[in-house]
Each structure stands twice: as structure tokens, then as C-alpha cells.
């Protein structure tokens, strides 16, 4: 069987558990959990427990991120602080860091915090939909490790860096977006070289200037820096890449220069040695209270009703459907609730091992059958 099913309820206490035997506390381990499988949930398997291993188990036993995270709080005034994550459980650190800004939002109308030495915080559009659960206008962003080629370079210099909004509405879901400031982001690299799949032409950037295909080897070159995303809009500025440019730009300002974090070449992970050392990555969420404006129940409304008139507009001929940002994340989660988190071949593999290896022998997985 090439892809099964697990149920959310069996991967959540797994990968809680997992967690917890690799020393992430377990009030952090809940937390680490939820914000991993809020991605599979959402049918961003890119983000999922696709990156269980990879992305945090096996840099917690390389040493580049520390399961037990000390929140230092640097710097704080009644709307606004500096924390420092030391290197601890990204999730947890965005967590805490968005239930401050919101906090700071209702008492004083907004809050931001700016966090350092952070590691991975999975999508950042939980963080964005915290907000917006809360009545707030949520922000958020990450910078993260070179990937972008600036336009009209091919060195990789930028992260992915997703700039990410969340608004509360008066249908079932929260307006959403939550995208790399990219073509397309590293994860989804990861995901089509786990399953086989060449990367789409125009995607990435070779040094000669040209576009590369091969999954494997452009994760490759991405890390020895010979091969870089396009930022979003393309190369050069026919289709306007500059705009995803400036974008991209404008998280990594906001995720270094308020917190003095690290920032461009300085997030590569590696010394130098070449050897693995922590990523040191900068985060910032910003809460917007809608109370304090004309009323949660007002922008609600007022937002349902933008974004109905917008699906509601005329379609492009053989299309079946307008969709507003948020909408098709809504409409995984109804198609998957009852069937659990789809999981390949490849991690599958990888979900036996990691049980195999800690002796959580009462976890028998469907796929197995």
C-alpha cells in the first residue's frame, strides 16, 4: 500500500508521546503536537507529520535544538516585547509568544512580540488563526535559511519567509493566508523527493541561470548554495518577481532588526567546519483587536460578505469554483476528520522506526494490517 490512514486521535498521543521520550516537556509536547498535525488537518502535508523526523526529532539528537525551551522575555513595554527562545521547540515558542501579543491586544487594542534564536515553528498560520479564534487581525513571520535568489541574482540569500494573515469572519472559517513569500517553499521540495516527483520548471534557480527539476538534487544544491527558489512572481521582472522580492525582504527585517536576531547567510545551520549547528531563526506575531475598532461582530460581517462577493464572482470558463484563502485548508479538514492523517510509504517507514526504536510497542498502526 503506497498511502493509509491514520486517525488524528492515534497520531496526536503517538507523536505526543514520541515527543515526550525526547525530553520536550509534556505540556510543550501537546503543544508541539497540535501545531504539527494542525498541517495535515489542513491538507498541508508539506508541514506535517511528513517533517516529524527529519525537522525535529533528528535535530533535537543532533544537538541544534534543545527539547526543553527556556522563554526569556528581553524586553517588554504594555504593547510590545523582545523574547529569546534559546534554541528551544519553535511551536512552543510561537505559542507562547502570539497568547502574549494577543493579551497585550486586548487590554491596549494591539501587541506585538518579536522572538530570537528560534528554531522551526511549523505553519505559520496557526499561529494567525490563534488570533483570529481570539476576535484579533493576526500577523505573523519567520525568516528561515537561504533559499531565495534576490531578483536578478542566483545566490541564494532569503528564506522562504512566509508573511502570514489571519481574520476572523462570520462563516465557519477564518480568512487564512499563509504562503511562502517563494514559488514554492523547501518542504514542498522535501515532499515531492519523498514521493519520487521532479519539482515543476521555474521553480528554482541554477547558477547558470536556468531552471532545475531534480527533487533530490536541488534539496542538494539549496544547502551547498547552487541552487535557489525564485521568489514569488518568477525570475526577473516580466512577471514581477521583485514583488515576492521586497515581500520576502520585508519578513526578514521584521524577524531580525526589531529582536537584533540573525539574519541572510547567518542562518545556513552549518559552521565553519560545516558542521550542524542551530539555526538561530527570528519570528514576529502581531495581534489587532477588532473591538477596538468598530466590533468583532461588525468585521466579521463585513469580511463574510468581501469574501462571499468574491467567490460569488464570475468564474473563468471550465472552472468550477472561486476560492478565498483559508476556504480549501476548511474543506480538507471536512474530508479528513473521519478518516485521520494520509501517510506515505516513505513515512510510514519512518512512523514503524521511531516506535520500533522508543518501544511504543501499543501503537499498531493501520498500515500495518
Known sequence: MDKAYVSFEVVTEFVTEVFVAYGIPEDDAKICADVLIASDKKGIDSHGVNRFKPIYLDRIKAGIQKPVTEYEIIRETPTTAVVDGHDGMGQVIGFKSMTMAIEKAKKFGMGMVAARNSTHYGIAGYYAEMAAKAGCIGITGTNARPSIAPTF??????????????????????????CATSITQRGKIEYFARVGKDTPAGMVIGRDGGTMTDSDQILEDLVGGKAALAPLGGIGEELAGYKGYGYATVVEILSAALQQGNFLRMLTGLGEQGEKV?????????????????????????????????????????????????EKEYNHWLDRKDKGVPVNEAVQKELIGIRDELGLHKYTFSFED
Open 153 to 178: 541574482g542566483v545566490e541564494n540569500m532569503l528564506g522562504t519567509n512566509p508573511l502570514t494573515f489571519g481574520f476572523p469572519t462570520d462563516e465557519p472559517f477564518p480568512f487564512l493566508l499563509d
Open 278 to 326: 542551530p539555526f538561530h531563526l527570528g519570528l514576529f506575531f502581531i495581534a489587532i483587536d477588532t473591538e477596538a475598532f468598530m466590533g468583532l461582530e461588525s468585521f466579521k460581517e463585513t469580511t463574510g460578505q468581501i469574501l462571499r462577493d468574491l467567490r460569488g464572482s464570475m468564474k473563468a470558463p471550465g472552472s468550477e469554483a472561486i476560492f478565498s484563502a483559508g
